[in-house]
Structure formats: C-alpha cells, structure tokens
C-alpha cells in the first residue's frame, strides 16, 4: 500500500512537472484569400496534440517541447509544416496562409496556362496574332520551341523537354548548382508527352495547376560581354536609350582589396568631378570588392570633364581609367571581415497582365526563399517583399519590411494576385521608392539584393526619377536583378538591362517552354544565351552574390560559374594555382583571352592579330580567389578554364 501511494505521488509529480513546462502556442489559420479558414487540423509532428482551428481560424496548442514542427492540414488545402520555437510562442501575430490543394502530377501532361496579355504594343512580339508567326519571326511558341534561331542555343520539342541543351552544358533538368537543390525525384522525367514532378510543390487555383520548377529562364550579364553591350547601345537600343536619356557607356570599375590582397566588402568609392568638387556617381564594393562607376549615365555633363576616384580611406583623388583601358585598383588598410548579414527584396509587378504567371511564380520565390534561407543557415537572413499595381488600382504598393522570420513574408506573398493595370507602362517608379526608400536596408549587409520581376515599362513620366532610383540604389549598394515576364518589349529589355548596369546586378528573362505557361517572351538581344530552370538559375545568382574569399589562403573555394563552357581545346593553365603568372597552351590558335571572376564580369581583355597557340598574362593585382581563363579562337571557337589566385 505505501508503495501504491508513493507512485501515485510520483505521477502526478511528473505530470505537474510536465504541464509546468508545457507551452500554448497560439495562432491563425488563412488561406490564399486572406479569409479564415476554419475546421483545419493542427497537430504536432509525432501527433502528441491535435486541435482543429475555430470559425474565425484560430487554435491554441500545447507544446511540451520546443522546437517542433506543427502540421496544417485539411480537406482542400495543401499540408504545410512550420517548424516552431520559443519566439513563436511569444509572436502575438503568429499566422499560416495555405494554398489550395495540390494534384499529384505523376503520369500527368502539364498543360499549364496560357493567355495572350492584356497589354498589346503595336508592331511588338506580344500584339502579333498567334496563328500570324513565321519560323523567323517566332521565338518559342507550340513544338516550334525557339523556332528564330539563336546561335549556340537548341531546344528540344515537347518530346524531348527533359533533354535541353546548350553547347555540351548539362541539361535544364539538372538539379541546382548550388548544391543544395532538390532530390533527383523532382527532376525531369520524361515519359512520352508526360512529364512528372515528383516532389514538386503545386497549387491548384481556379482549374489550373501552379507548380515550381515549371518556369525556364534566361541571363545576360552585360558585364560579361561588354564590347556587345557597348555595340548594341549603338545600334539596337539606340532609340531606347534616347528616349530614356539613359547611356550606360562611361564605365569605371573599381577592384579595392587590402594589402594582404583580400577584397575590401562593402565600402562606399566615388566618382568626383575634379571641377565642380560634385559626386558623378556613388556605389559600394561587393562580394568580390568591386564596385561600378558610371559618367554621364544620362548625358549632363559637359564634355571634357575630368574625375577623380576618392574613398573614406584614401586622402587624394586617384585618377582613373575608362574600364576600356582597364580595372582601377585600389589598396587600402583594413583588415579582412566579412559580415553576415544578407538582405533580399522580391519585387513583384502585380497588375492584370502578369495573371498569366504571377501564380507560378509565387510558388517558384517562395521555393528559391526556402532553399536560400535553408542553405545559408550560418548567415543572418533577411527577407522583404514589395507588390505593385499602378495608379487609380486597388492599391499602388504594398509591402512587407525585412525579416528574419521567413514564414511571415512568405504569408504576405501568398496573400497576393493580380489585378488592375490597363495601360501598359506600369508604376515601376513607385514600386522602387518603396523598396529602396520604405525597406529598412541594413547598411553593414555582405549583400543587398533586389529582384525586380515585371512584365511592363516605366511611365514615361518617370524617366528622370528612374534615373535618380538607379543613384540611389547603387550609393546603397542594392543589387537591382531584373527578371522580365512574358508581353515585354525591347523598351523594357533596355531599361531593364540598364538598371542591372547601373546598380552591379544582373538581367534574367523568362523563356517560353513547353509547359504553355504565359504569353510569348520576347527574345534577348545577344548572340549566345543559355535556358536554364528559374528554381536553378536564381539560387546561383544568389550564391554568386554571397560568395566571398575566407581570409584563410586555404579555403579558396569558388561557387559554380555561371554556365561555364566546356575546355573545347583542352587548353593547358600553368601553374594552377597561381601567384601570378600565368602561362596558356592550346592546340588551337587564339585571337582573344579574357580574364574573369566568378560571376563571368571580364577584368582584362587581350587581343592578337598574331596566330598564338601560347600566352603569357600576369593577374597579380588581383584580390585571392578563384577566375576563369575565356578564349575564342581564330575560328570563333570559344571555352574557359578555372584557374586559383593565391598571395
């Protein structure tokens, strides 16, 4: 009997113990509209508790430990799981947006969804009649996949969608470069017309399926291929560029390192008129040390003007070079310190027209948000979201400031749709006041990074504030990445591609691809582009971004280059690594060498009217780190080669 008692006493001591400890975590539950759901099931992981939430959405559970992982789930909903901690029981605004219930695409052709835009411009890609295209004018429309022909770039036909290629680079069905992509189950698998996404995250919204990976995208750095740049501003965008008075030519580039040759982050550098004492330009050193300058960006300074280079660390102006003659580099006494903050913006286009993709790509960012936020867990992430309409709609923006909690902005971009526009040019001006004047940028970030995802133009009467968002951007440091939906057209193309240059970003373009998805894209002006998944492309823009040199010699570790081509011409580099010098050997003869970083921008160009199979070049001046070795030979056939800095 005494030892009856005893254990009697001893569970309920227990469960005392354990009811003391245990913790509410309070909450709501909505679904895409924004409106209660009610009647959905709440339970932890292992099912310990199970509530199910209230007519206006809301529940209340108890934890008894922390963290855990709470499941949402329901009749006409997609099951989401939220990992929650401490801070969520503390968070007076804890909420869970879910999306509509998926359909299992195993075995299933996805049709997608397609819609001609809203927004037509006479004589553009997007106003011509479907059934008007020739194979010269079409770029991608039905099986004639990307039927105006674009040298080095071939696409399989609906049959062959799991197999596109580009010059030997592997396909689009490859899993992320990042290395931290999905399981090969949500790669492409081609059987037949059907295509599975086996772990892919889909919507179902109105009849139609929104899934990730779905999207193909393109990018074009023009930092990469500046003689080209400099061409077409010539030729093809000539009229854009005087109608937008922008001229994206007087380029400065800065390469400032400290004197143990590792590369100085996040310092402000100007450009100073020697004359009037005035700043031509602002811009802030990235993840490599560099920063981007630019005179008369829009034609109003007298010609004849003479500028200076001028940091916080050095007392007399440096006199530059034009990037034409070469990098202007800078040594400074700072120690090497990285920080560990990253900012990243999604701003979104949310007018009527981009209906036809908006859809897909909510579920896309928020994929590539929770790859990003889940792969850099060493990192201090922060996330925002800006949305936008245009004058006299719903609304003109609305926001979502930076947060560590990925979970609330991801709500907010679920909340969103499309609707309003009209008009083609759009308030892209208004869009950007908000991101860069309302989002709380944090000044010491490693990167400041804005992806600007439109379908339209600009009002016309915004060009001189454009001009001055694109200043204020890069005397921020923010990284402005264009990523240009179907209905656009070349005057977006240029305003776009200028508004990389001007702020160090870098411009993508959505492609037309079999799943029917949008309208027609309009084809980039270049001469080689490669397609890729957007889920794939974006993460290695970001890493590209993040990446920075350790300031240990040893752990010079370089992330994949952007679609890098094969070595062609087994073309020999020696040494490798290198403290300098380095010697080229190739099989063929070579008219250009280009020296590069990580993310393709071309630092030295070389050029010989002499048949050379060897090459001498010295990249000393360098900060540490990993660059690529480009070469084109006498018959226009190019590669590139890697190749490790060491001081």
């Known amino acids: 009997m005494k030892r009856i008692i005893t254990t009697s006493v001893w569970i309920v001591a227990f469960c005392a113990a354990t009811n003391a400890n245990a913790q509410i975590i309070k909450g709501k539950v909505?679904?895409?509209?924004?409106?209660?759901?009610?009647?959905?099931?709440?339970?932890?992981?292992?099912?310990?508790?199970?509530?199910?939430?209230?007519?206006?959405?809301?529940?209340?559970?108890r934890a008894t430990k922390l963290p855990d992982t709470l499941v949402f789930s329901a009749a006409g909903y997609e099951p989401y799981k939220v990992i929650v901690t401490e801070k969520t029981v503390k968070d007076p605004n804890f909420e869970v947006v879910l999306l509509n219930a998926r359909e299992t695409l195993d075995d299933m052709v996805v049709a997608g969804y397609s819609s001609a835009k809203k927004k037509e411009i006479p004589g553009s890609i997007a106003s011509a009649p479907k059934d008007g295209f020739t194979k010269s004018t079409m770029f991608a429309y039905g099986d004639e996949v990307m039927a105006g022909k674009v040298a080095g770039v071939s696409v399989g036909t609906v049959d062959k969608v799991a197999s596109i290629r580009i010059r030997g680079v592997a396909s689009v069905s490859s899993r992320s470069s990042m290395g931290y992509g999905r399981s090969s189950a949500s790669e492409f698998v081609s059987t037949g017309k059907k295509i599975s996404f086996n772990d892919s995250v889909t919507m179902k919204k109105d009849g139609k399926n929104y899934t990730t990976r779905l999207l193909v995208a393109g990018e074009i750095n023009d930092f990469s291929k500046w003689k080209m740049w400099e061409d077409f501003t010539d030729s093809d965008f000539k009229i854009w560029s005087q109608h937008w008075n922008l001229f994206p030519k007087q380029r400065y580039c800065v390469q400032l390192q400290n004197r143990n040759h590792y590369p100085v982050i996040g310092q402000e550098v100007y450009l100073i008129n020697k004359t009037t004492k005035d700043t031509a330009w602002k811009a802030v050193t990235d993840n490599t040390g560099k920063a981007e300058l630019w005179s008369d960006f829009n034609h109003s300074i007298k010609d004849g003007a003479e500028y200076g280079i001028s940091t916080k660390y050095t007392e007399d102006f440096v006199h530059p070079v034009?990037?034409?003659?070469?990098?202007?580099?800078?040594?400074?006494d700072l120690p090497c310190s990285t920080s560990k903050i990253v900012d990243i913006a999604l701003v979104v286009d949310a007018t009527g027209s981009m209906g036809d993709e908006i859809e897909y790509l909510k579920v896309e960012l928020e994929d590539v948000l929770n790859q990003t936020f889940g792969h850099y867990s060493n990192l201090d992430l922060h996330a925002a979201s800006v949305f936008y309409r245009d004058k006299g709609d719903e609304y003109l923006t609305k926001h979502i400031d930076f947060n560590t909690d990925l979970l609330k902005v991801l709500n907010f971009i679920k909340l969103q749709s499309a609707g309003g526009g009209g008009d083609f040019p759009e308030a892209?001006?208004?869009?950007?006041?908000?991101?860069?004047?309302?989002?709380?940028?944090?000044?010491?970030?490693?990167?400041?990074?804005?992806?600007l995802i439109l379908d339209a133009p600009p009002h016309d009467q915004a060009k001189n504030e454009m001009f001055y968002l694109m200043q204020q951007a890069a005397a921020k440091g923010i990284r402005i990445v264009p990523i240009v939906c179907s209905g656009a057209d070349k005057n977006t193309e240029f305003m776009m591609r200028s508004i990389a240059l001007a702020t160090n970003g870098t411009y993508v373009f959505l492609s037309d691809n079999?799943?029917?998805?949008?309208?027609?894209?309009?084809?980039?002006?270049?001469?080689?582009?490669?397609?890729?998944?957007?889920?794939?492309?974006l993460p290695r823009i970001i890493q590209q971004m993040l990446y920075t040199n350790s300031c240990a010699e040893e752990q010079l570790q370089a992330p994949t280059v952007s679609k890098m081509p094969l070595n062609i011409l087994e073309v020999k580099l020696s040494p490798n690594p290198t403290r300098g010098e380095v010697n080229i050997k190739s099989s063929k003869e070579l008219k250009e060498i280009f020296v590069a970083d990580f993310t393709g921008k071309i630092l030295i160009r070389l050029t010989s009217s002499n048949k050379q199979t060897k090459w001498k070049l010295n990249i000393a001046e360098y900060p540490a780190g990993t660059y690529i070795i480009k070469y084109i030979t006498n018959d226009n056939e190019w590669g590139a080669e890697r190749i490790v800095l060491m001081h």
């Not at 034009?322 to 400074?332: D, K, S, Y």
């Not at 892209?428 to 992806?451: C, E, M, P, Q």
């Not at 980039?524 to 889920?535: G, H, I, R, S």
């Open 322 to 332: 034009p990037f034409q003659e070469g990098m202007n580099e800078l040594t400074v």
């Open 30 to 61: 909505m679904g895409e509209k924004g409106i209660a759901a009610a009647h959905i099931t709440v339970n932890f992981l292992n099912k310990a508790n199970s509530v199910a939430t209230n007519a206006d959405g809301t529940f209340k559970i």
């Open 514 to 537: 079999n799943s029917g998805i949008g309208g027609i894209h309009l084809k980039p002006t270049t001469d080689v582009y490669n397609v890729e998944l957007l889920n794939n492309l």
């Open 428 to 451: 892209v001006h208004s869009a950007l006041h908000t991101a860069i004047d309302s989002l709380h940028w944090d000044g010491n970030a490693r990167a400041k990074i804005l992806f």
